[in-house]
């Protein structure tokens, strides 16, 4: 069962560089989100997506977009990565519609560092 | 900004004693869920808690709720090295579809 997976696992750009975030769920989970995990901070929402065709902007969505490709992949674009973003990203999936009411299944995050 | 704060950021016990875990949020909520996290790792989901319930027990897990004032605990009782993570408590509020997480508390347990 593999659940949640995210490529790469680390990632150093360069400030103004652009990549993208890759992640994939196989468990037939309608909603997909998108946090970052900065030390002091906890977990911020970047972005969400309650079904495929939809995304909606979470607590910090600025320098981010993202595509929900189909059911079962939900990727993060940086267009122009700022030292700022140099954080972990986690993505996560739930099945019942929306996260409030239901445990949300995360992969093992992306280390991104941007000098 | 943060919804959840997590009370303490740090706390080290021996094994076999219990753990507690306090968490406060700052508006009304649906449910609240708490997570572990091992180090570099991502998080697994432990017991969710909905509004209308005051008590609820997993395993050596008991979390508590308190509308009222806010806040949840967390305890884990007689705990193992194997338990040393972080802790994370996550609210749901509103139609958003939302969770909003807390700092985290890091537990050490010592063999």
């Known amino acids: 069962n593999a659940g949640v997976t995210q490529t790469p696992k680390f990632q150093v750009l360069k400030t103004g560089q652009s990549m993208t975030l890759q992640c994939a769920q196989d468990m037939n989970h309608n909603s997909m989100y998108w946090y970052r995990q900065d030390p002091g901070m906890g977990l911020r929402l970047i972005y969400y997506?309650?079904?495929?065709?939809?995304?909606d902007k979470g607590e910090v969505p600025n320098g981010y977009n993202v595509s929900r490709l189909n059911k079962r992949e939900f990727s993060l674009r940086l267009e122009s990565a700022a030292p700022s973003q140099t954080s972990v990203y986690f993505c996560?999936?739930?099945?019942?519609?929306?996260?409030?009411?239901?445990?949300?299944?995360f992969g093992n995050g992306t280390r991104l560092t941007v000098t | 900004s943060q919804q959840g704060e997590e009370d303490p950021q740090a706390l080290s016990i021996q094994e076999g004693e219990n753990a507690t875990m306090n968490c406060s949020y700052k508006?009304?909520?649906?449910?609240l869920q708490w997570y572990r996290q091992n180090s570099g790792r991502g998080l697994v989901h432990l017991i969710l808690i909905r509004s209308n319930e005051r008590e609820k027990h997993s395993g050596r897990l008991r979390v508590t709720l308190d509308t009222s004032k806010k806040s949840s605990s967390l305890l884990i009782t007689a705990s193992r090295a194997a338990d040393t993570a972080s802790y994370f408590c996550a609210s749901g509020s509103g139609n958003t579809g939302k969770l909003i997480f807390g700092q985290g508390t890091t537990l050490q347990v010592k063999p």
């Open positions: 508006t009304s909520i649906n449910n």
């Open positions: 996560a999936s739930t099945g019942q519609g929306s996260s409030y009411n239901s445990p949300l299944h």
């Open positions: 997506s309650a079904s495929e065709g939809t995304t």
